[in-house]
């Protein structure tokens, strides 16, 4: 489990980012001060606590730079509940599409299956034990034992050999049920049906909401009664099993309860695509006409308002909300003023240079080179990729972005891609095969790409 934020400076969240995000230094320390005055704020008094809101952040930088990735590995690191969105998607109310209270949901759905997993982990054990009995009454059922006051001794000394031998055969199928060597044998096991679900239909929700209720409302219309026998084998009547004790064990009104304490306090929304409603309406019609709407919509849900969820009133005062966009065309004073003002730290995040490039392929835990390499050494092929061929690499994905358009780092996977294509293709081969990858094999993969300005642009 991450470490809770207190044990975390702002200086040792910029080092947990650092080994999956290469620069953009500002905007690691914006969010990393961002992250530890959450936990200044939760040591204030009550009163004190209630006024202090979060420094909402804006970053602005083009795609592929680390702006989602920032926002991401930050609440992975304190276990907060963390939803990503796009305002592009959002229409102001009166228009087919999502509303903007739908992401305070989806949010505290995600943290309402956080917790309940957490939950789960906790009496994990207890529920292995539970279904390691249960599989048993399922491969060896008990049989009830005639009462003694209607046996003869002979009987009674019959029915005692029979409890023996029966306890004998249990104990030797558990062993065996430890071992994993029953896994492939069936078992008919009860399986619960789904309940009719309440419908709930909330004030303002959209049409996808409803139609999502009404699909669940049917799911629950199972026929057969409420449990079902169903032939499985042993394998997959644990997993049933499993889910199943496991929930008889956890609180779920105690699970909602601390899911939206969570997410009051510690969760983090990140708005991508601000940008994209950022520009005022010059005229009353065409596609754009509901930009400002979406921002009028999502400023009382940065401000602080209540939004109603199937699990209970969610406040939203106190969520850190993170927006991003390219600002290519617009500018961030094309919000709304009001809406500027909830996202009072600015942070522009620079382009990626071809040093760049090289480091994001080799220095992150979760390198593209680090992820390839293993990739196919399943399949027992040993890659490696020498100094000059990264540089080969990063110098392609540079002058690809300055002559077309600037993916950042995502034109990484599209350039490694087209190197490996023939080796991923192949794989796996009649027996271990090493491959070295050098700038000479990366230019003689890419050099007719490159050249062709018209080709390059379809494929790289």
């Known amino acids: 489990m991450a470490e809770i934020p207190d044990e975390l400076t702002p200086k ?103 917790v309940r997993e957490e ?11 539970s279904v390691e009995e249960k599989l048993l009454d399922l491969l060896v059922p008990p049989v009830k034992p005639p009462k003694k006051s209607f046996l003869s001794e002979e009987e009674a000394a019959n029915q005692e050999q029979e409890t023996i031998k029966f306890k004998d055969t249990r104990e030797k199928i558990r062993q065996q049920l430890k071992a994993g060597a029953l896994e492939d044998k069936m078992v008919e096991v009860s399986v619960r049906q789904k309940q009719s679900p309440m419908m709930e239909i909330f004030p303002g929700a959209s049409m996808d909401e409803i139609g999502a209720n009404i699909q669940e409302l049917m799911e629950g219309f199972a026929p057969g009664g409420k449990t079902k026998k169903t032939k499985m084998r042993v394998g997959e009547a644990r997993s049933v099993i499993l889910n199943e004790e496991t929930g008889k064990l956890i609180d779920m009104d105690r699970v909602v309860k601390e899911a939206i304490n969570r997410v009051e306090n510690n969760s983090i929304i990140f708005i991508d695509e601000i940008d994209k409603v950022a520009g005022r309406e010059k005229s009353m019609g065409g596609p754009d006409v509901s930009r400002e709407g979406v921002q009028r919509d999502i400023l009382p849900i940065v401000e602080g308002t209540t939004v109603i969820t199937k699990h209970g009133q969610v406040r939203t005062d106190h969520i850190l909300f993170i927006a991003a966009g390219a600002f290519h065309i617009s500018k961030p004073s094309d919000l709304i003023p009001e809406l500027q003002g909830r996202f009072p730290i600015r942070v522009e995040l620079d382009s990626l240079t071809k040093a760049d490039f090289e480091r994001i392929l080799k220095e992150p835990e979760n390198s593209l080179i680090k992820q390839y390499t293993a990739i196919l050494e399943t399949d027992g092929v040993s890659l490696s990729f020498d100094d000059s061929a990264i540089s080969a690499v990063a110098e392609i994905a540079f002058e690809v972005n300055e002559q077309m358009e600037n993916i950042g780092a995502r034109r990484l996977h599209t350039i490694i891609e087209k190197v490996l294509e023939e080796v991923l293709f192949d794989a796996p081969y009649p027996k271990p095969e090493k491959t070295e990858v050098t700038r000479q094999y990366v230019e003689d993969k890419l050099k007719d790409l490159v050249k062709n300005r018209d080709l390059s642009k379809y494929i790289l």
Request: no cysteine; aromatic share 4%.
């Open 12 to 114: 040792e969240v910029v080092e947990r980012l650092d080994k999956y995000i290469i620069g953009q230094d500002a905007a690691k320390k914006a969010v990393a001060v961002a992250l530890r005055n959450r936990v200044r704020r939760l040591k204030l008094s009550a009163d004190m606590r209630e006024e202090v809101t979060p420094k909402n952040i804006l970053m602005i930088g083009p795609t592929g730079v680390g702006k989602t990735e920032i926002a991401r590995r930050l609440a992975k690191l304190v276990n907060a509940p963390f939803l990503k969105v796009e305002a592009s998607k959002y229409t102001e109310v009166g228009y087919v599409g999502r509303d903007v209270e739908s992401m305070i949901r989806d949010l505290t759905q995600t943290g309402v299956n956080m």
């Open 119 to 129: 939950h789960m982990a906790q009496v994990k054990q207890k529920a292995e034990e």
